[in-house]
Nanobody
Framework: VQLVESGGGLVQAGESLRLSCAAS???????IGWFRQAPGKEREGVSC????????YYADSVKGRFTISSDNAKNTVYLQMNSLKPEDTAVYYC?????????????????WGRGTQVTVSS
């Protein structure tokens, strides 16, 4: 499956963005994860949703602020990001893992998009 992210941009602290991850084929049997990587830092898991078992995952740093959802009819997963903080600034990637529940580690995921830049100014 091929993935394309969109929706990034430059916003001020406290504002919102919605990222989209569009897949080239059906995502019914996939877990789709969102990851982010800031300059000089390792890639970290942000959130995940699995159509295989309905599980979701949120990193502690985004709980209560970010919401993941999927529209399987459109083969698209969304990440609604509210109350954005400067520390959320990063390139955001989505990734697909076939036939699994959500996994926090990036190494489990086989397909990746190219990323979309999110910049939050203070």
């Amino acid at each position: 499956v091929q993935l394309v992210e969109s929706g990034g941009g430059l916003v001020q602290a406290g504002e919102s963005l919605r990222l989209s991850c569009a897949a080239s084929s059906a995502i019914d049997d996939y877990a789709i994860g969102w990851f982010r990587q800031a300059p000089g830092k390792e890639r970290e898991g942000v959130s995940c949703i699995s159509s295989s078992d309905g599980s979701t995952y949120y990193a502690d740093s985004v709980k209560g602020r970010f919401t993941i959802s999927s529209d399987n009819a459109k083969n698209t997963v969304y990440l609604q990001m509210n109350s954005l903080k400067p520390e959320d600034t990063a390139v955001y990637y989505c990734a697909a893992l076939y036939g699994s529940s959500c996994q926090q580690l990036a190494g489990y995921y086989g397909s990746w998009g190219r990323g979309t830049q999110v910049t939050v100014s203070s």
